[in-house]
């Protein structure tokens, strides 16, 4: 028995032992369990997010929609048509009330007392130089007015002012030529040059000689030689804007000469009618600066001859306008004048003045600020602005 119980117990412990070796194998495959919270994880952010995933673009922004700014609106300058140059002085005549007062009411009033004698005729003469007409003018106009008034004898109102009106239009010439020379020539276009003294408002003036030119049915191209002031070319630049046309300016202190050179030569590139090149004012007695305005016309001409060489004079200054009108001619060969502020001044005479004593026409007049206040100069219709409308009875 012992023996049986012996085997029994044999077998019983290697059915044990094989039952151990079959499921120990498996207990040891089981998932490990997660690890405890108190332990440390080793493993990096980027393990724990997974896979990055792109974010909406309305998510990475603040929220807030920020526009760009709008473009600043190109300003394109309007071209401007300007008021024909037939009659303005007709249209102007108002402007030269100062003037009136001298010729219109001065000298009227004169030669229609009842008896002109010696005194009287030296209060003609008195009013007449006083206008800036000129010692020898006057002494000329003088004289003839007496000549026919002794002649004629007893005159009415409108006689005398037609005797009058016919002796101021004998003293500035008519027969000079006043037409403005501005038609291209073979290719070529037309040349004016502008001078003028320091202070007689030259590039103004020179920007309303472009309008005027403009409806008188040219086309302008500026030249901007005016190279010490930067301020002359900005301003020339805005008056030629307004009637559409170009204007060629060089750095600030570049050589006038150069700039005026390639002006013209803009010009026949473009092939426009009329180059109209402005200058720096300079003072007449300025060796200097003479001799730099006769190298603007040497190298100018490298082209083709000047066809204007128009000199701006203020009228206001006078007499004193004749010297610098003279000295000028000398070094650039002056063609016609530009008598500007007309309307400020009780001295119309000056354009007697100027012309007999340079044997060069009044071409332009100003008569005012306003841009189209230039106006072509014709001897009877200013004379007729001078004297008024009404003509003063004699006295009794």
Not at 95 to 102: A, D, K, T, W
Not at 221 to 249: I, K, P, S
Not at 324 to 333: G, K, S
Request: glycine letters at 10%; proline letters at 6%; a negative charge.
């Amino acid at each position: 028995m012992t023996e049986y119980l012996l085997v029994a117990l044999a077998l019983l412990g290697v059915l044990i032992i094989g039952g151990l070796s079959l499921v120990v194998p498996r207990l040891r495959r089981r998932p490990q369990p997660p690890l405890p919270r108190t332990e440390v994880d080793t493993r990096t952010e980027e393990d724990l997010a997974g896979p990055p995933v792109e974010a909406p673009e309305a998510e990475l922004t603040t929220g807030v929609v920020v526009e760009a700014p709008p473009a600043p609106p190109v300003e394109v300058p309007q071209v401007e048509v300007p008021e024909p140059t037939a009659g303005r002085l007709v249209r102007l005549r108002s402007r030269l009330s100062r003037s009136q007062n001298v010729f219109g009411k001065g000298l009227l009033g004169l030669l229609s007392r009842d008896r002109l004698d010696e005194d009287t005729w030296e209060e003609i003469e008195d009013s007449l130089i006083t206008a800036d007409v000129g010692i020898d003018a006057t002494r000329e106009i003088v004289d003839r007015l007496r000549e026919r008034t002794r002649v004629l004898g007893t005159r009415t109102g409108d006689e005398l002012r037609a005797l009058l009106a016919a002796e101021l239009v004998n003293a500035l010439d008519p027969s000079l030529d006043r037409s403005l020379r501005t038609a291209p020539k073979e290719g070529v276009p037309a040349v004016v040059l502008v001078v003028g003294v320091n202070g007689a408002g030259k590039t103004t003036t020179c920007g309303k000689i472009a309008r005027v030119l403009v409806a008188d049915g040219r086309s302008v191209l500026l030249g901007a030689a005016d190279t010490f002031r930067a301020a002359a070319a900005d301003q020339l630049e805005t008056w030629g804007g307004r009637v559409g046309a170009e204007t060629v300016r060089g750095p600030e202190a570049a050589d006038p000469a150069s700039v005026a050179f390639d002006a013209v030569k803009r010009g026949i590139d473009t092939g426009v009618d009329t180059v109209l090149i402005d200058t720096a004012g300079r003072l007449q007695n300025k060796v200097g600066l003479m001799d730099e305005l006769g190298k603007v016309k040497r190298v100018v001409e490298k082209h083709g001859p000047i066809d204007e060489t128009l000199l701006i004079l203020d009228a206001t200054t006078g007499q004193n306008g004749l010297e610098q009108a003279r000295v000028f001619t000398e070094a650039v060969n002056v063609t016609g004048v530009v008598l500007t502020k007309l309307d400020g001044t009780a001295k119309g005479g000056i354009v007697i003045a100027v012309q007999r004593k340079l044997g060069i026409p009044v071409k332009l007049v100003g008569l005012g600020e306003g841009k189209d206040d230039l106006a072509p100069f014709d001897p009877a219709q200013f004379v007729d602005a001078l004297l008024g409308t009404e003509p003063l009875a004699r006295d009794a």
